[in-house]
């Protein structure tokens, strides 16, 4: 089967479909202008890794849970098995839609979509998968899949927002703490990311620690024979409360991920996925601050109260300001503070912590006790 699609001032993408069991399902991605494509990867296969767990649908809120430790309960990950089946093609507003049945995992099942975007050489793949075993969560990871090395070189961007590249791809798999949660692959007529949905895949968690989304390498977690690079979520999480994704029974999970074609460098590559998402950063939307609110810092406790040293303005400030926030609400003393008293010792918590937001506030960034 050949697809192409319209990508704007790129061209056309080109997707040739192998629908025989047992050989890659992605024969070649392509790019290029006025007939002449260029190869960006060929002979690779969208892969998916399944687990699940067990949901506790009794002692708080049903389905609503947050205080749920999934992953100290059993849970057992597997390879998700595609057998092709029949196949079609639909249309959904720009989109175009390939439907291919036959994804299978143990109590699960479902199909494989592939969604092309008109005017973008961008791509969705999804095992879409549903279960009727009730009390289920699950977590994902997910990516491209070769029995031979599919790229010349892996690059990110890392926390510090320096490109990195490695040519040396190792026998084993790399867990990368990247930002911009993207990884890219390249070769000689071009390069693809490969990146998840920015809100949908990361599941709610006390602490904002970069877990290391994405992997490359061979063999990873012993699961995906062959070279692969693609995006993973850590299972244990912050080690507090790790409540997974719901699967209800009868409900569609979408595990899925994205891929931006190029015929450029990686690092134009990644300015590209960037724009999705206006460079991680919040709009300016005129007449209006932006506010976000609850955050345990706990930097009054921790570090002021604390006697360590701190800088005229904490790393945390300038996250917020990178991110475009005005307004910061801080939940400082969720577990540090005495709200009972003694007096004197509440009373210090709360005039620091007055003390320090009026410090850390300016003309355009107020920070809220």
Known sequence: MTITWPTGNTGNGCMLLNMQNGKPLFSSIQLGKEGAYHTIIENTDPEFILTKGKRDLISQNGWNIFFDKVPLKPHQSYKINFKKKSASVSTSGTRTIISIDGVEAPDFQGKLEITLYNGQPLFNVAAVISTQIDSTAILYDAGLVSKQQSVKSISWSDVYDKMQISSKLADTTQNVAVKYRTIIGKNPSGSIAVFPAPHQYFYPLDEAFNLKFVWYGNNYRNLLPGFGFGIRQDLYGDNRYVPWFNA?????????????????????????VKKYTHNDSYKPLPGYKTMSSHFHNEFTSRVVLAGKPFTDSPSFIKVFKNLGVNIVHLAEFHGTGHPRGPDEQRLLELKTLFNQCERLSSANFLLLP
């Open 248 to 272: 209800p029974p009868g409900t569609q999970q979408r595990l899925n991920f994205f891929c931006l074609l190029s015929t450029g460098i990686p690092t134009a590559l990644l300015a590209e």
